[in-house]
């Protein structure tokens, strides 16, 4: 079993046991403390191998009765129903334990079996969570919570063909102690530590308590032992067990190469191998739901994370690049402004000045073509230009023996001015105004008839 | 762990930021490359159009530069136009015009005159025609009341000088006014 943790933190009753990085592996001495010790937070926490380093990645073991297991019948196999499901009742069966519904993992039961439900293991002690708060204190909160007999049954798995489908009792006899695991179609029932007596005795009291136990297995299990498996000091365990149990017996490997523990933490070494404990399957081992949760978005995180990072490298080349380019056409920019002396817009400004003033009549042409224009029955009195409004006002006097002779004059002054002013609108009879108030008659019997007129010019 | 996480959050949300910031920081210089583009190819092209109008436009220039009286104050400009006036009233053997002027306000470079100007209507005339060629002077308003019984013509004309503010070192005073001897 390969491992790439960088810690591990056994749990006694009484200790805790926190392996270094490597610690494992060269059987250099673990770091304890007694529970006692880490109620009394935070001294001694400097004493952790990688205290205040993040990101360990730690393995808690704590004992079997730790962790408690419930079954719940509940129909649906979906695991977001199931957590859901199994959340709310945790809290409720256990309000004294508010981090509860954080610390459990679980297993459906197949469809086809007669009752739908689901397993459920999780943390029951208050010494674990105590443990776990005080962990993460020293930033090595533990990713993976397991027990002994968790650790048992995942390497059972491996090695038992039909460890799923049978009643397994695993014997593990360690130096004067001996650890019962039981496990039902590949589930932990319950485990048992006993005392191994001194004397002649000692197989026959391990004989009745094995038996005792498979009794209280077939009445947990509701089903008969199928196999007992043998860990330990082999030898003179299967020597005395074969023939009394009428069970097959199987003979378990050694999975370390001789590695040695601490004497209270002698019922790991079975599980224990040349390089520690491996990473438990999520099966056999409880995750924080919030280290879960995080691990869930961690690569989505870190995708978005290096896209983002692509996408600057990328972008930055561009902005370069779009620079470069900026500057050469400012550098253009500059060598035509120096060729460009004069800006068009001034001359644009001159022509417009110009040509207004082409177009406009000064006051001298309007009064020469207002002499040509005249009729010789007319004379000017006065004559007003505004040449903001280009507006002409005229005041003259007509002489006429007759009306008619009056109309032709006043027609006559009309076109003539028209063309001569090159007027848009040609002046008509009707522009003029004459004020017969003013009407003068001369001697000779002719009228002199006083005129206004008002006009635009251009 | 929890915080770390929570700055990883933070990071992506930075640097997903710095992205979209570079991203509009690129489309801006876009938008500034197409601009000066822009304005190099608008340039290019008037560069071409006054070498090919060249002359034309410096005549254009020349005429419009007889709109302005070169002058280092706007009350010389009035001076110098009064002068010019004067010599053309009397060249034309009128008496010489009244003058009025509105206050020039600092940093104008126009002022108003008004002329009042009597005489033989004919001479009037020659007067006015001659006046067109101060092309600094613009006319506003003019008024002509002819009295056929003396043959005399009385003139009044509201004019605007306009000026353009010269260093002294560089240009003459008073630029002269107009040759007035056509007349």
Partial sequence: ?458 | MTSFAKNRWAWAGVIWLTAVAIAFWNHQKIDSILSVDTQNQALQQEIVFLQQHGRRLESIQQEYAKLFLPVESVQLGVLSAQSAICELAGALELASPQFTTAPIARGDETAGLNIALEGPLEKITLFLSGITRLQYLEEKHSTIKIELERNEAKCDLSMVIRCRLQSGREKPLVRRAEPTSAL
């Avoid at chain 1, 010790?37 to 079997?64: C, F, Q, W």
């Avoid at chain 1, 709310?88 to 469809?111: C, D, G, M, V, W």
């Avoid at chain 1, 397994?168 to 485990?191: K, M, N, P």
């Avoid at chain 1, 069970?247 to 523990?261: C, F």
């Fill in chain 1, 1 to 458: 079993m390969a491992t790439h943790l960088n810690h591990i933190v056994v749990a006694t009753d009484e200790k805790i046991h926190v392996f270094s990085p490597g610690g494992f592996r060269s059987n250099a001495s673990p770091v304890e403390f007694s529970l006692e010790e880490i109620s009394s937070l935070p001294t001694g926490m400097e004493r952790l191998p990688g205290y205040g380093k993040n990101g360990a990645r730690t393995l808690l073991v704590v004992p079997d009765l730790w962790l408690k297991q419930e079954f719940f019948a509940f129909q649906s196999q979906k695991n977001a129903l199931v957590n859901a499901f199994l959340e709310r009742k945790l809290k409720a069966a256990y309000p004294h334990l508010p981090q509860i519904n954080r610390f459990f993992t679980f297993s459906l039961k197949e469809p086809s079996t007669e009752e739908r439900g689901v397993t459920v293991f999780f943390l029951q002690e208050q010494k674990a969570f105590l443990l776990n708060g005080f962990l993460a204190r020293a930033k090595l909160r533990p990713q993976w919570i397991t027990t002994p007999a968790l650790l048992w049954a995942e390497r059972l798995l491996k090695i038992e063909r039909d460890f799923k489908n049978q009643g397994v009792l695993l014997v593990d006899l360690r130096q004067e102690q001996v650890f019962l695991y039981f496990f039902s179609r590949g589930e932990f029932l319950f485990s048992r530590r006993l005392a191994l007596a001194d004397g002649s005795g000692r197989w026959e009291s391990l004989l009745f308590e094995i038996n005792q136990s498979i009794y209280l297995y077939a009445q947990k299990a509701k089903s008969v032992l199928n196999k007992i498996c043998v860990a330990g000091d082999i030898e003179a365990l299967q020597k005395s067990l074969s023939g009394k149990l009428d069970i097959p017996i199987h003979r378990l490997e050694p999975e370390g190469n001789g590695t040695s523990l601490p004497r209270d933490l002698s019922f790991l070494e079975g599980v224990w191998s040349s390089s520690g404990i491996g990473i438990p399957s999520e099966v056999y081992s409880i995750t924080d739901r919030t280290i879960r949760h995080e691990l869930k978005w961690k690569p989505v995180q870190w995708c978005g994370i290096l896209t983002a990072a692509v996408s600057i490298i990328a972008f930055s080349s561009v902005n370069l690049w779009l620079d470069s380019l900026l500057q050469d056409k400012l550098r253009i920019q500059a060598a035509l402004m120096e060729k460009h002396s004069q800006p068009l817009a001034e001359i644009e400004q001159a022509l417009d000045a110009l040509t207004h003033r082409a177009g406009h009549t000064p006051t001298a042409h309007a009064l020469m073509h207002l002499d040509a224009a005249l009729p010789e029955s007319m004379l000017i009195r006065e004559v007003k230009i505004n040449h903001e409004t280009s507006s002409m006002e005229l005041s003259a006097a007509i002489t006429a023996d007759h009306i008619d002779r009056f109309r032709q004059s006043m027609k006559l002054f009309a076109d003539n001015l028209s063309r001569q002013l090159d007027l848009n609108r040609a002046i008509t009879i009707e522009d003029m105004a004459f004020q017969v108030d003013d009407l003068k008659v001369n001697n000779g019997g002719k009228t002199t008839y006083r005129i206004s007129l008002k006009a635009i010019i251009p």
